[in-house]
């Protein structure tokens, strides 16, 4: 799983002009899924998400987590997170998960994140849906975790 992080200030997302997710001060999540993610690998990644410390503290030095700053989220679905243009001009999308998988894991990750933060903090987009997504960007402050990269697979 790829989770792009963006710290914001707020964020929203629409869909037919209509907006059905935001947050407040807190995180941006663009959450993509590959074939060969799993539950326990989601669970996984929420955790670091969550208590990943790039919130400033007291002394304006990043010692916070979205925990520790009492954080809210907005989640939105990105399979694009798995475009490959390594070759060519148009990007491959094969690397992303089947959407079947990619909902069901997109689901789990955002009910870890209603069982941290409580429904109210907790935004999200709808799957498979063409988005509008508007944002503050806080710093701008923006993290790329990779699953494989941190050796959760």
């Known amino acids: 799983m790829r989770a792009l992080l963006q710290r914001v200030e707020g964020a929203r997302v ?13 995180l941006l999540v663009l959450l993509g899924v590959a074939p060969t993610d799993t539950p326990q690998i989601c669970d996984r990644l929420w955790h670091k998400t969550s208590h990943l410390r ?8 990043t010692n916070r987590s979205l925990l520790d700053v009492g954080g809210s989220v907005l989640v939105v679905s990105q399979f694009t997170l798995y475009a490959d243009a390594r070759r060519g001009n148009r990007p491959s999308l094969n690397g992303a998960a089947p959407p079947g998988l990619a909902e069901e894991l997109y689901e789990r990750f955002l009910a870890d994140a209603r069982s941290e933060l409580g429904e109210a903090r907790v935004g999200h987009g709808t799957f498979g849906a063409h988005m509008r997504v508007g944002l503050v960007n806080d710093g701008p402050f923006t993290v790329l975790l990779d699953s494989d990269e941190l050796g959760m697979g």
């Open 54 to 61: 790039i919130f400033a503290d007291e002394e304006g030095r």
């Open 14 to 26: 629409e869909v037919e002009g209509r907006e059905v997710g935001s947050c407040g001060a807190g």
